[in-house]
């Protein structure tokens, strides 16, 4: 009886530590299968422990190339998605203007339209436009649907903005510029932010829109999807571990600093 109302009481963690489990686990296989010396093209079976993937990461001829592509699209992706996102996020919530209500619908379509049709429209877009594909067109395709995104992100965090420290900035003399760079932009960060994170990672692991607009173009995910065809590197369990390593770590640290901060502004009260 004693064990049962235990595990009641703690249910809830329990039921959570379960699903992070679970979320976590394919991240576990690729890191051990990322020590593994395969016999053969595929990486699938477990046959002996080497680093020797670890030391040259970039023994795949193109995957590095791939891997800088990627990282190169989703860095202006995401630049490109945040500043415009912001923008319209502010306006979508500041200001009252006609079709107000229409773009708002406009904004979700990309987040509840599949990916393939969205790839297929931009795809026909770029035809008739008579663009060549490649870089660029990735780029504004990744644009285009990481913008919602970011629109929504921010647009939370400013909705729940109190407009009353806007204004006890403005009675203390601050101009349109200092109150915006002071009160306004630290306020709206954290969304911000969140957008920023959020379109950096689609942008990054998109295949099926990037696949339709990349023309002879190369991403990182399409080089992933191409190997598991004719053969799967280690290299790619070895880029996939520093990934999600690196991103683990940002969280860390994003956590530590916010919790300095608190600490701080307690100390300062």
């Not at 502010?90 to 009252?96: P, S, T, W």
């Not at 285009?144 to 909705?159: E, G, H, I, N, Q």
Request: aromatic share 12%; with cysteine; glycine share 6%.
């Amino acid at each position: 009886m004693t064990i049962v109302n235990w595990l009641k009481s703690r249910l809830v963690v329990i039921a959570g530590l379960l699903t992070l489990a679970y979320l976590l686990l394919p991240n576990v296989v690729v890191t051990v299968f990322s020590f593994n010396n395969p016999k053969g093209r595929f990486n699938y079976q477990w046959q002996k422990f080497s680093t020797d993937a670890w030391r040259d990461p970039c023994g795949v001829s193109g995957m590095c190339e791939s891997l800088a592509l990627s990282l190169q699209i989703a860095l202006w992706a995401t630049l490109g998605a945040t500043l415009l996102g912001t923008l319209i996020a502010f306006a979508l919530v500041r200001y009252r203007f006609r079709a107000r209500g229409a773009v708002n619908s406009l904004i979700f379509l990309p987040m509840a339209m599949p990916e393939v049709v969205m790839a297929a429209s931009l795809l026909t877009l770029f035809l008739n436009m008579g663009a060549q594909l490649g870089f660029w067109t990735i780029l504004i395709a990744h644009v285009m649907f990481c913008l919602s995104f970011v629109v929504v992100a921010v647009k939370a965090r400013v909705m729940s903005m109190d407009p009353r420290l806007e204004q006890a900035a403005q009675d203390l003399y601050a101009g349109p510029f200092q109150t915006f760079w002071r009160v306004t932009l630290p306020i709206a960060a954290p969304g911000i932010a969140a957008g920023a994170l959020l379109a950096f990672a689609l942008s990054f692991d998109d295949f099926i829109i990037t696949n339709f607009n990349a023309g002879s173009t190369v991403t990182f995910p399409m080089f992933v999807w191409g190997s598991a065809q004719r053969g799967t590197p280690v290299q790619i369990n070895v880029i996939g571990t520093a990934m999600f390593v690196v991103a683990v770590l940002l969280v860390l640290v994003s956590m530590a600093f916010t919790r300095h901060s608190k600490r701080r502004d307690r100390q300062k009260a």
